[in-house]
Structure formats: structure tokens, C-alpha cells
């Protein structure tokens, strides 16, 4: 499949969850910012892809990154890293999510809602807080949360997208 026609907008979540429905298929719902995409990425995506039939990215926007992560991030800009994870063929679906950010900093509410997944993916090293938001919304659409370490793969993947940024700025390349 073409990556760019993975990469979809709102207006094509209900066909993709009545399309699920319909053929009995399982959603999951991963989100994050995949900046500096690596291995570790990778081999998340494919572990993801394992839980369920069609794997949803929400994918976090610039402005999102920017805030969380600090200046001079992101790396590469949303587009360039929705179509670095529409290359995955673990990928199924990509959202870049255009909802504000809320003071829980939760920024996929509407996105989640209108998928309504059957599985929720999140790190196990969210802060608690948020591991409590993704618990509610699992439990007002009837979904499955399932709290994975940063390497529910197996593998310890060395550096983190963050260190290999750090890395980068201090050889100054």
C-alpha cells in the first residue's frame, strides 16, 4: 500500500472503525512522537502490531513536541515522521492529532473517542497520572489498557531518540 494513503485525517475514523467492526478486527491505539525514528521504534511497532489486526498511530504534532520534549525538537517535522511510520508495514493507520493540549496534557481525546480501539498501548513509565487518564478512557469505550515497558520487545534499545539527539548536538554535526 502507498504509506501516504496510511496517513489519514479525522474525517476517516468512523469508516475505519465501522470497517473493523464489520470484518470483526481489533484496534490498537498507540500514540507518540517517534522523533529520530530508530530500532527500538521499530521493534515496538512490530510488537504493537501483535496485539490486535489494525495498528492506529496518533501521532503527536510539533507544537505538542515542542513542548514536551524542549527546543529544538522535533528533529523531523510531523508529515516527515507520519510517513517514516506509514513506511512500517507493522502501521496500519496514521493520525497526526490536531486537538489541543489540555492541562493533563492529553492531546488524543477526540481522536480516541471516535475510534472507540478494542486495545490501548501506553509506556508503564508514564507518570501515574497519566496512567490513570488512559484508564478512564480505556473503561468509557470498553478498551483493553495494557501498560508495556520501553522495551516490550525484549530488546534494551540503546540510545533513546533523546540521547541520540543529545549525542548529535554535542559532536555538533
Same mark, same amino acid.
Given at each position: 500500500m502507498d504509506p501516504l /494513503?496510511?496517513?489519514? #485525517?479525522?474525517?476517516?475514523? !468512523?469508516?475505519?472503525?465501522?470497517? !473493523? /467492526?464489520?470484518? /470483526?478486527? #481489533?484496534?490498537?491505539? +498507540?500514540?507518540?512522537?517517534?522523533? +529520530?525514528?530508530?530500532?527500538?521504534?521499530?521493534?515496538? +511497532?512490530a510488537w504493537a502490531k501483535n496485539k490486535g489486526d489494525i495498528l492506529f498511530i496518533g501521532l503527536g504534532p510539533d507544537d505538542a513536541a515542542k513542548a514536551w520534549k524542549g527546543n529544538g525538537r522535533p528533529i523531523y517535522s510531523e508529515k516527515d515522521r507520519a510517513y517514516i511510520l506509514a513506511c512500517h508495514q507493522s502501521v496500519d493507520y496514521v493520525l497526526i492529532l490536531r486537538e489541543p493540549v489540555t492541562p493533563d496534557k492529553v492531546n488524543f481525546r477526540r481522536a480516541f473517542k471516535m475510534l472507540s480501539?478494542?486495545?490501548i498501548l501506553a509506556v508503564n513509565s508514564d507518570k501515574p497520572e497519566m496512567q490513570e487518564i488512559r484508564r478512564g478512557m480505556a473503561k468509557e469505550v470498553g478498551a483493553n489498557l495494557i501498560l508495556f515497558s520501553p522495551f516490550p520487545h525484549g530488546r534494551k534499545i540503546k540510545p533513546s531518540t533523546t540521547q541520540i539527539a543529545s549525542e548529535i548536538k554535542r559532536l555538533k554535526l
Amino acid at each position: 500500500m502507498d504509506p501516504l /494513503k496510511k496517513i489519514i #485525517k479525522y474525517k476517516d475514523i !468512523a469508516y475505519i472503525r465501522e470497517s !473493523a /467492526k464489520k470484518n /470483526k478486527q #481489533k484496534i490498537v491505539f +498507540l500514540t507518540g512522537f517517534f522523533d +529520530l525514528y530508530h530500532v527500538g521504534h521499530a521493534s515496538m +511497532l512490530a510488537w504493537a502490531k501483535n496485539k490486535g489486526d489494525i495498528l492506529f498511530i496518533g501521532l503527536g504534532p510539533d507544537d505538542a513536541a515542542k513542548a514536551w520534549k524542549g527546543n529544538g525538537r522535533p528533529i523531523y517535522s510531523e508529515k516527515d515522521r507520519a510517513y517514516i511510520l506509514a513506511c512500517h508495514q507493522s502501521v496500519d493507520y496514521v493520525l497526526i492529532l490536531r486537538e489541543p493540549v489540555t492541562p493533563d496534557k492529553v492531546n488524543f481525546r477526540r481522536a480516541f473517542k471516535m475510534l472507540s480501539p478494542d486495545i490501548i498501548l501506553a509506556v508503564n513509565s508514564d507518570k501515574p497520572e497519566m496512567q490513570e487518564i488512559r484508564r478512564g478512557m480505556a473503561k468509557e469505550v470498553g478498551a483493553n489498557l495494557i501498560l508495556f515497558s520501553p522495551f516490550p520487545h525484549g530488546r534494551k534499545i540503546k540510545p533513546s531518540t533523546t540521547q541520540i539527539a543529545s549525542e548529535i548536538k554535542r559532536l555538533k554535526l
